[in-house]
């Protein structure tokens, strides 16, 4: 049986990586949305980079898989302020897997795989735009039946909560059942409020609070591997790109008024399409984008609304690509609905990962080793 998942993508066929020539729409398609002129400015390189957060003083801070962090700057990417590398491994797709600041940079949070294959979120206080490594604490830890499907995406909602994205735990197919079931942590995003106890604490409105057959950390389920997920800065709106297994990919999408609880169907579905005979469950929250393996891609890598302002062409516009593919694509996304779909004709190589600066400006990284933004030709 040939199962394709992520790891097959990262640990490292070589993927054809090329810009696909999309011609001009024929008559009867609707028209395309005006497309932004932009290039790719590569401002530094680093080892794997896989992750990133806008920090303090306009800085972005990188996160390098084997373990490494460390602060890009306009003088370009510095040396590690933190090393975990003897914390963790690349083995399948393990490793430092993803970094958030909360939303007054008080204090960091990694997200690891530890040499165990444990799920782990750590954080440090930050102190005039350092680490404090005397500070370090773990908040949360999810152990992984199998070493893919680790998610590991963070991010501080506009609630000022923390949300993690945990995948399925892995093999193919979801054998465990994870994604449907409601008291385990994998196949979820959780939403916590670390600064409320130790080691957390859970917000009093979380969705599932109350039921004693749910875990109360869940915001919403069903789903793979949520590899990387973002909030719209200028909406609020959660916005994920899920990795499919076999044939589609998929962008899922919940307002900013949201009360969580919602089922994104994995692994009844994979996208809008039973999954090896699976029923649809009647609360499925079907994607509000998905795409086949036939031509763009193989491993989804969810972005961000940009909300800069050195492209108006691209504001409010969602930009994602895939790992495999790595064309920057864009979607217009209004009131829950794809209204318009693009690709702004520029190659990002292994599209990791996306980074929001402090500016609104974004990045682009490369598991290959660049650290590209993306700016207005
Ligand atoms: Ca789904």
Redesign the pocket.
């Known amino acids: 049986m040939k199962v394709r998942t992520r790891s097959s993508a990262i640990l490292g066929t070589i993927c054809l990586v090329g810009s696909l020539a999309l011609g001009p729409a024929s008559a009867d398609e609707p028209a395309a949305p005006k497309q932004a002129a932009v290039a790719l400015t590569e401002v530094a390189t680093a080892q794997n980079p896989v992750a990133g957060a806008a920090g303090p003083d306009d800085t972005v801070w990188i996160a390098e898989r084997a373990g490494t962090v460390r602060v890009l700057t306009g003088q370009g990417l510095g040396e590690p302020v933190l090393d975990i590398s003897a914390e963790t491994t690349t083995d399948g797709e393990r490793g430092l897997l993803g970094v958030a600041f909360d939303n007054d940079f008080a204090h960091f949070y990694v997200s690891y795989t530890n040499l165990e294959g444990t799920s782990t979120i750590d954080e440090f206080a930050v102190q005039d735009g350092a680490l404090q490594p005397d500070t370090r604490r773990t908040v949360l830890t999810q152990t992984q039946p199998y070493e893919n499907h680790n998610g590991g995406d963070i991010k501080f909602g506009p609630d000022g909560y923390l949300y993690i994205a945990l995948g399925d735990g892995g093999a193919g197919g979801d054998p465990q059942g994870n994604g449907q079931k409601l008291d385990t942590l994998l196949g979820k995003i959780l939403r916590i409020d670390p600064a409320g106890a130790e080691p957390y604490a859970i917000p009093s409105d979380n969705p599932f609070v109350g039921d004693p057959n749910a875990k109360d950390e869940i915001w919403s389920y069903?789903?793979?591997n949520p590899w990387r997920f973002s909030f719209d800065s200028g909406t609020g709106d959660l916005l994920i790109g899920?990795v499919g297994q076999s044939d589609w990919e998929?962008i899922?999408w919940s307002p900013a008024s949201s009360e969580g609880g919602e089922n994104?169907?994995?692994a009844s579905?994979?996208?809008t399409h039973p999954f090896r005979g699976g029923t649809e469950p009647a609360n499925?929250?079907?994607?509000v984008f998905e795409y086949d393996r036939n031509g763009l891609g193989c491993s989804v890598t969810g972005g961000y609304v940009y909300r800069g302002d050195a492209i108006p062409d691209l504001q409010g516009q969602y930009i994602y690509s895939d790992y495999c593919d790595g064309t920057l694509r864009t979607l217009k996304i209004e009131n829950g609905t794809v209204t318009g779909q693009g690709d702004l004709a520029v190659n990002g190589g292994e599209v990791i990962s996306f980074v929001q600066g402090g500016d609104g400006e974004l990045y682009v990284l490369g598991l290959g080793g660049s650290i590209s933004r993306i700016d207005a030709a």
Not at 284 to 287: D, E, I, N, S
């Open positions: 069903g789903l793979r899920d998929e899922d994104y169907g994995w579905m994979e996208g499925h929250v079907p994607p």
